[in-house]
């Protein structure tokens, strides 16, 4: 009995403590970028954009459990409502930022990971994935390089921008199916139709409401393609 407690024990709590740590080194790295780096508070926001999307990799090779996810999305959710009125983690919101971006991340988290994780944690994978990178690198690349703009109601967006989230998408996509399907015409199929459509859903990203429908718009696709497909 003792030692069945044990096991248990190990299983589900050093998984929980190399994310926990994972996470508090991103903090911190995100915390000091952020006051070493005044000029460019944006470029720390997309760090932790990108390295907590990250931790679903971790999640997915630790078999972490999806209460346990879907309970840490809460919390993040909490934290992002609260950061964004007060000053807690400046590297996540800026005070008064009129962006709703990282709750919405993180409520899509708890979603996909309620939807798809038990029995499909590829997709969970995927959606979270997409938005990190595809999202975090448009930011980056178009802030700094986009020449050619064009607009979606009052957003100005680049097309250079755009280019590097579809182009990241196809890329994160590709990864996970072929390792889930395997190298067959379908995966690239579905990673070209999954860039598309995310990058048009990026467009939009009024008050951050990307985080939201890229996220889930990029998995529910990449789900239903793949089962007629």
């Known amino acids: 009995m003792t030692s069945t ?74 934290i992002a409502l609260t950061s964004y009125f007060l000053p807690i983690l400046p590297s996540i919101n800026s005070v008064g930022r009129k ?55 009052d957003i100005s967006k680049s097309w250079e921008g755009s280019l590097v989230m579809a182009v990241a998408t196809f890329i994160v996509t590709s990864l996970i199916l072929l390792s889930t399907q395997g190298n067959i015409p379908q995966t690239y199929l579905i990673a070209a139709i999954v860039a598309i459509i995310a990058t048009a859903l990026e467009a939009f990203s009024k008050l951050g409401i990307d985080n939201l429908t890229v996220p889930l718009g990029s998995a529910s696709l990449c789900y239903f393609c793949s089962q007629l497909l």
């Open 5 to 78: 407690l044990t096991s248990y024990f190990n299983q589900s709590f050093y998984p929980l403590i190399i994310i926990f740590a994972y996470l508090v080194i991103l903090v911190i790295v995100s915390e000091t970028l952020n006051r070493f780096i005044t000029d460019d508070p944006e470029l720390t926001r997309k760090v932790v954009h990108i390295g907590s999307g990250n931790v679903i990799l971790l999640a997915w090779w630790l078999q972490i459990p999806r209460n346990i996810i879907v309970a840490a999305a809460v919390i993040a959710s909490i």
């Open 99 to 153: 962006s709703l971006g990282t709750l919405f991340y993180a409520i899509s988290i708890g979603i996909l990971a309620q939807v798809f994780w038990q029995d499909y944690p590829q997709y969970t994978a995927i959606g979270i994935l997409v938005m990190a990178w595809g999202d975090g690198m448009a930011a980056i690349i178009g802030q700094r390089f986009g020449r050619h703009s064009y607009r979606v109601f």
